[in-house]
């Protein structure tokens, strides 16, 4: 499963973004897809999660309200709306893959795109 994720850039707070991650290969065999984020220094986080079978979502408290991860399964494409950003959403964002279902949704993911910087200015 190969993964590319796009859409980021720079943003004002309070602005909207939405991020795109296209799956290739493989993706007959995914359970689920997530996004994750990481700041710098700071470890990668959840962000949130959907099953490409009936569309179950999933998303981290901070997130929540604010982001809507939704999926269009005849492209293998998987969207990230974020709304409602602030400066602490700025972070590479990645899409991954979750090929069995293991620890899913925050776990398991097995295959991971090359990320896509999101900047929010204050």
């Known amino acids: 499963v190969q993964l590319q994720a796009f859409g980021g850039g720079l943003v004002q707070a309070g602005g909207s973004l939405r991020l795109s991650c296209r799956a290739s290969g493989r993706t007959f065999s995914n359970y689920g897809m997530g996004w994750f984020r990481q700041a710098p220094g700071k470890e990668r986080e959840f962000v949130a999660a959907?099953?490409?079978?009936?569309?179950?979502?999933y998303y981290a408290d901070s997130v929540k309200g604010r982001f809507t991860i939704s999926a269009y399964n005849a492209r293998n494409t998987v969207y990230l709306q974020m709304n409602s950003l602030n400066p602490e959403d700025t972070a590479a964002y990645y899409c991954a893959a979750n090929p069995t279902g293991t620890n899913y949704p925050y776990e398991g993911y097995d295959y991971w795109g090359q990320g896509t910087q999101v900047t929010v200015s204050s």
């Open positions: 959907i099953r490409w079978s009936g569309y179950s979502t």
